[in-house]
């Protein structure tokens, strides 16, 4: 099947453009956290489209809340690649100063929410967001991303009730990648052990209906398919929200913490016929967009473009010590005043 | 001025401040129909309408991050907590998200928004009406915890939570909510949250004490002539060290007085914090009355909670010290 849509086709290039520059990023990254230069790194091989398939829906007017398996989203938005790297590397010029991990971004000034670890404990926050658009009237939605995982806490279930009573601008969107770190979102034989386990028996797409809205699942290899479900919920999530289950496989670890051969055997590997990347690849060669051709040399650009990128953010100097103690309260304590002594 | 109760004041607060502000949106459980279980919103939805005085779903979770996301985006929320026994499910969204905001984004975003909540004993509530939670708001870096003892104090201190660009756990003494009237101003005024109150001078000792066990202590010591000095805090933390230290230089002597158990409580922090500073002006050790290290049972309540007997018992200990 041919792939339709508005997207021009220089649209579509830089698109694809992203989400070559995500998986080479992220392969670098993992590297760099393997050399020492991150103390910590969340993968992100797996979620190329659905990343630049959001980055490519979200208006200027929406806000969007992400989680920390975010990167690619940005880059998409076009957020400036000093401020993603910045506070990747935790530089003396990242905005948040080093203060939080890796991917926890905070971006005000794009509309973008501050990312948080506890799983889904932005969520509530996202729906408060929401109904501040609504009471001021203003234009947009509210869109949250999280993992599947997220979907078995009260905060997703509690943001979903408030979201429905409240009739709020918002979508839900859940990047489902099928596994919270070793357990699997749906029922899965382990024969190792002799067990069926699962995060969740029903769809989690159709938990929206009990609190009153509705929910769709999508193809989340497929960023034209994302990139139209996600525009198309948030132009109408102004009369109410929407969840959005988006189908992928988490090809790599959870984070640089675990190793998935312990728990499971990776069925989705590089290069495979159900990687993002050659999904992406597929449909835009189908639409005659993209050449073999050009495959090459956008590796090989991206290939240099990244690898000078990261060379320079992961030497960048860190944040000074007299940084850390700032910034707690509006008006500094005391005690915090006092405890500046202890630093030097 | 209108002779009001401790509810009736913070009500007048609320509403001064929200005539002022439209950006400050009620939201909790029973707080718009029914006016508050003790009736502090009472009349504030017929005012300002539901998009501002919020009957949310009862889940005290949602209503904190449903509070902190309005404040994230610029509106001011002041979320109720029906009784501060019941936060503890929204604990996560206090300590991660709340307290944390402004120091890990670097003040990218800022919170200001209040969070009130009844506390302590007096309506023999047992286990979970009574509780005197304190410390686990204090020993979370980043949340500003104010308690008053009185209605004056009560609004004025309120009012000043609301002007902060930072969170506030505001604990409200739900003893003192109908305890007494006094003189309060109708119309908007402060009262400083970095300042503690003394609410009575003398030179024999220093009473540091808060909130719910205020007027007690006020009371035992004009009934029984102590000439003790009386400092209200107001404010737990950050709390005023220099208003503290005066006074500890001056008695030399001092007592405290809460009503929160004694282990790892706020009265551990106040004693810690003066023998570092100022062992060489104390003429006695530092002596606390607190409620007792067991959970707040319901049929013995009076018996838990600090009374006359053991105020004064610590007291006299001091003075012959």
Known sequence: ??????????????????????????????????????????????????????????????????????????????????????????????????????????????????????????????TGIAYAKKYRKQNGSVITTFGDGATSTPDFHVAMNFAGVYNLPMVFFVENNQFAISVPTYPTEDKA????????????????????????????????????????????????????????????PHSTADDPNKYRTTTVVEGGEKDPVTVSQKILKDMAILTDKDIDDINKDMEETTSQLIDKYEKAPKPDKSTMMGNLYEQEPWYISEERGDIQ | MTQMTMVKALNSGLNNAMEKDDSIILLGEDVGTDGGVFRVTDGLLAKYGKER????????????GFGIGMSMAGLKSIPEIQFQDFIYTA????????????????????????????????????????????????????????????????????????ELNDPVIFLEPKRLYYAGKMEVPDDYYKVDLRKASVIREGDDLTILTYGPAVPLVKSTVEKNNVNAQIID???????????????????????????????????????????????????????????????????????????????MAAIEKLLKY
């Open chain 2, 53 to 64: 005085v919020m009957d949310t779903p009862l889940a005290e979770l949602g209503i904190v």
């Open chain 1, 193 to 252: 052990f002799n067990q069926t386990y699962e995060e969740t028996k029903g769809a989690i797409y159709k938990k929206a209906e009990a609190y009153g809205f509705n929910g769709v699942r999508i193809d989340g290899t497929n960023f034209i398919e994302v990139y139209r479900e996600t525009r198309k919920a948030l132009e109408n999530a102004e009369s109410g929200p929407l969840l959005i289950e988006a189908m992928t496989y988490r090809m790599g």
């Open chain 1, 1 to 126: 099947m041919i792939e339709e849509t508005d997207i021009s086709k220089e649209g579509l290039l830089t698109a694809y453009k992203n989400i070559v520059m995500e998986r080479l990023f992220d392969k670098k990254m993992l590297n760099a956290s393997r050399q020492g230069f991150l103390p910590f790194y969340i993968p992100l091989m797996g979620h190329e489209a659905i990343h630049i398939g959001l980055g490519m829906a979200i208006r200027e007017e929406d806000f969007f809340y992400p989680y920390y398996r975010d990167f690619g989203v940005l880059l998409q938005m076009g957020i400036p690649m000093d401020t993603i790297l910045s506070q990747v590397f935790a530089t003396a010029t990242d905005n948040e100063i080093g203060r939080d991990m890796p991917d926890h971004f905070s971006l005000k000034k794009y509309n973008i929410g501050a990312v948080i670890t506890p799983v889904a404990g932005h969520l509530t926050s996202a």
């Open chain 2, 91 to 162: 604990m996560d969204q206090i300590i991660n998200q709340m307290a944390k905001l402004r120091y890990r984004t670097n003040g990218d975003y800022t919170l200001p928004m209040v969070l009130r909540t009844p506390y302590g004993g007096g309506v023999h509530g047992g286990p979970y009406h009574s509780q005197s939670g304190e410390v686990y708001f204090t020993h979370t870096q980043g949340l500003t915890v104010v308690t008053p003892s009185n209605p004056y104090d009560a609004k004025g201190l309120l009012l000043s939570s609301i």
């Open chain 2, 233 to 311: 805090l107001r404010t737990l933390s950050p709390f005023d060290l220099d208003t503290i230290m005066a006074g500890v230089k001056k008695t030399g002597k001092v007592l405290i007085v809460h009503e929160a158990p004694k282990m790892f409580g706020v009265g551990a922090e106040l004693s810690a914090t003066i023998s570092e500073r100022a062992i060489d002006y104390l003429a006695a050790p530092i002596l606390r009355v607190t409620g007792l290290d067991i959970p707040i049972p319901f049929a013995l309540e009076e018996y838990y909670v600090p009374n006359e007997r053991r105020i």
